[in-house]
């Protein structure tokens, strides 16, 4: 009798095992990101960019539901910070952030370059010749804080990096920072990247990754890691 007992509470507790893994599989993940042209950005309402297509292949491959989030990057982190988003991106690197915070790279990896206009009468070939001209930066993104903090004191901070470069083609300011992945993907697009000139100067390198709040489970950030890797193995990333 005692055996029967046992042996429907481990039948019990199988079920309800399973009833919470099933549970935690159709769980609405909440993802966040902020409006970077072209790499996710909303057009009439819709979700778009490279970035954005990466995000929405790998969460069908892994048949995970979410809710996509548009918000300022520095509110996103502090969700994430928080646990009430659980997902953001694109996010650099950093031991400090390791330590509250989980990571999946690399969404992207870039290097970031000065541009003039093409018919600038402008010139430089190093950072600190080019510290003397003005520029402008999207607020709270990991650009800023670089230029920032090598000395680019003429910098004006704006709201979206679309207003960037109105402000070059206006002749507000005299150069900016770009990735070449931007550049790429903006071909033949409003950014109207025939009109850059590349300095060859190179502000840094890096790697964007996908963050993830502490609560995620270790598991799950794995198989975004693997996933990720598949992609850019595969030339999928590419093809997007």
């Not at 009109?195 to 993830?212: I, R």
Request: aromatic share 12%; glycine share 4%.
């Amino acid at each position: 009798m005692a055996f029967k007992k046992v042996a429907y509470f481990i039948a019990f507790f199988q079920l309800v095992m399973s009833t919470c893994a099933f549970a935690q599989e159709k769980h609405e993940q909440t993802v966040m990101t902020d409006t970077y042209y072209p790499f996710s950005y909303l057009q009439e309402g819709v979700a778009k960019g490279v970035n954005i297509q990466v995000i929405e292949l790998v969460m069908r491959r892994m048949k995970q539901n979410y809710r996509l989030e548009f918000l300022p990057w520095k509110r996103g982190m502090r969700n994430l910070k928080k646990g009430s988003g659980e997902i953001l991106f694109p996010v650099i690197y950093t031991e400090e952030r390791a330590k509250y915070l989980k990571f999946a790279c690399s969404l992207d990896a870039d290097k970031t370059y000065l541009y003039t206009l093409r018919d600038s009468s402008i010139s430089f070939s190093t950072l600190d010749a080019a510290k003397k001209y003005s520029t402008a930066a999207q607020i709270g993104l990991h650009l800023a804080n670089v230029l920032s903090s090598n000395g680019f004191n003429n910098l004006s901070p704006v709201s979206t990096s679309e207003q960037v470069l109105a402000m070059l083609m206006k002749k507000r300011i005299d150069f900016i920072a770009l990735g070449e992945d931007v550049i790429e993907v903006s071909k033949n697009s409003k950014l109207k990247t025939e009109l850059l000139s590349n300095s060859g100067v190179v502000l840094f390198e890096t790697k964007y990754c996908v963050a993830f709040s502490q609560s995620v489970p270790d598991k799950v950030v794995s198989r975004w890691e693997q996933e990720l890797k598949m992609i850019h193995a595969d030339n999928t990333y590419n093809d997007t």
